[in-house]
Structure formats: structure tokens, C-alpha cells
């Protein structure tokens, strides 16, 4: 099983009446290579929520290896495109833990998208060099993720991203519109500034 949900997935799937996925890869760096799945980490190593929790037990780990070996074989687009349709998905997140770790993983989900038109694809990343003025799919909503190396290239007032508060007050007194208990406010191609808090 590659496509899952977490407790704030289920929790938006039920919400909304829709089949939210998610595919996650291991966080910062893949354990047994040492070659790293989030290349632009920044500050936001510090406090990763994938690097703690259930992310780090010991029957999840393994699965988070199986998904990043998937993403390097012949065969990601076809054996993702063929759960998407098995398990009937409206929505799905790319990358709860991970992130876009070369061009060439990039394009592979690009066929996977093309492939299912009238699924909705989001994804946060970090890295931001390998997206900054390219096309995206139609149905894909990126948003830049603030904490990376690259921070500079994002340009607020122009890019979909995400910034981490400490707290609700801070978050909508920067007017951001507050995502931490809705996941599909992040596949909102109509919101720019999307803020999460702190946890």
C-alpha cells in the first residue's frame, strides 16, 4: 500500500465527503543511502513533524523505504496511477514526509497527473528551484514552503506558499488563512498566503 491517510486526512476526507490520499517518502535524508529526500531543507530541519511521532515507529518506517524505492523504478507511474484508481481518490497530498528530490521525480508524477486529469494533486515543497517559473499541471496546486534554503526566490505576494506561526492570533493578524485542521485549504488554487501553526 503506497496512497494513505493520516488522522488529519481522514479527519478532511470525512469533512468534505471526499477520498484524500497522501504519498510520503522518509524525511530529510533516506536512512540506509544518506542521500537526501528534502535537498532544499533549510531551518525547518529543526522542527520537522516527520522526523518525530508516528513517522519514526518502527512498523512505519519501513514503508516510508518502500515508497522513496518506488519513486526510483520504472514502475512509479503505473503502480501509483493503477491505487489512485483502485482506491477511487478525489485528492492527493505528495509528500506528508519528503519532498521533490530531482527533475527527474518530478516529471514521473507529471505522468501520473496527466493520467488522471480529474484528480486533484497538492503538494508543499521546499524546493523551490526545481518548480520556480515553470508550468504546472493543471491540476496540480503547489505551494512553496517557507524554512528552506531558498526562501528568497519566493515571492509572497505572487506564489502560492505556506508559513509556519506560532500561533492563531499571529497567523491571521499576517493574513493568512489558517490550515492547520483542514488539509484541502492547501489544494485551494484561490488562496496564496495559507498559514499552519506550530505543532
Given at each position: 500500500?503506497?496512497?494513505?491517510?493520516?488522522?488529519?486526512?481522514?479527519?478532511?476526507?470525512?469533512?468534505?465527503?471526499?477520498?484524500?490520499?497522501?504519498?510520503?517518502?522518509?524525511?530529510?535524508?533516506?536512512?540506509?543511502?544518506?542521500?537526501?529526500?528534502?535537498?532544499?531543507?533549510?531551518?525547518?530541519?529543526?522542527?520537522?513533524?516527520?522526523?518525530?511521532g508516528a513517522y519514526i515507529w518502527s512498523n512505519v518506517k519501513p514503508a516510508f523505504k518502500r515508497r522513496y524505492e518506488l519513486t526510483k523504478s520504472d514502475d512509479f507511474v503505473s503502480t501509483i496511477s493503477a491505487e489512485i484508481t483502485r482506491r477511487k481518490l478525489t485528492h492527493l497530498r505528495i509528500h506528508d514526509s519528503g519532498d521533490f528530490y530531482s527533475p527527474k521525480y518530478i516529471n514521473k508524477w507529471y505522468?501520473?497527473?496527466?493520467?488522471?486529469?480529474?484528480?486533484?494533486?497538492?503538494?508543499?515543497?521546499?524546493?523551490?528551484?526545481?518548480?520556480?517559473?515553470?508550468?504546472?499541471?493543471?491540476?496540480?496546486?503547489?505551494?512553496?514552503?517557507?524554512?528552506?534554503?531558498?526562501?528568497?526566490?519566493?515571492?509572497?505576494?505572487?506564489?502560492?506558499?505556506?508559513?509556519?506561526?506560532?500561533?492563531?492570533?499571529?497567523?491571521?493578524?499576517?493574513?493568512?488563512?489558517?490550515?492547520?485542521?483542514?488539509?484541502?485549504?492547501?489544494?485551494?488554487?484561490?488562496?496564496?498566503?495559507?498559514?499552519?501553526?506550530?505543532?
Amino acid at each position: 500500500m503506497y496512497l494513505t491517510q493520516n488522522g488529519k486526512l481522514k479527519k478532511t476526507s470525512k469533512k468534505h465527503g471526499k477520498r484524500v490520499f497522501n504519498f510520503g517518502i522518509p524525511a530529510l535524508t533516506d536512512p540506509e543511502s544518506g542521500k537526501r529526500t528534502c535537498p532544499f531543507a533549510g531551518s525547518c530541519a529543526k522542527f520537522c513533524y516527520a522526523q518525530k511521532g508516528a513517522y519514526i515507529w518502527s512498523n512505519v518506517k519501513p514503508a516510508f523505504k518502500r515508497r522513496y524505492e518506488l519513486t526510483k523504478s520504472d514502475d512509479f507511474v503505473s503502480t501509483i496511477s493503477a491505487e489512485i484508481t483502485r482506491r477511487k481518490l478525489t485528492h492527493l497530498r505528495i509528500h506528508d514526509s519528503g519532498d521533490f528530490y530531482s527533475p527527474k521525480y518530478i516529471n514521473k508524477w507529471y505522468e501520473v497527473m496527466a493520467l488522471h486529469p480529474d484528480i486533484i494533486f497538492y503538494a508543499y515543497t521546499k524546493s523551490v528551484p526545481l518548480f520556480i517559473d515553470t508550468k504546472l499541471p493543471s491540476n496540480f496546486v503547489l505551494r512553496y514552503s517557507e524554512g528552506g534554503t531558498h526562501d528568497h526566490l519566493i515571492d509572497t505576494d505572487k506564489h502560492h506558499h505556506a508559513r509556519i506561526f506560532d500561533n492563531l492570533e499571529d497567523l491571521l493578524a499576517a493574513g493568512y488563512v489558517d490550515a492547520s485542521d483542514d488539509d484541502l485549504v492547501a489544494a485551494d488554487p484561490s488562496i496564496k498566503k495559507l498559514g499552519l501553526i506550530l505543532h
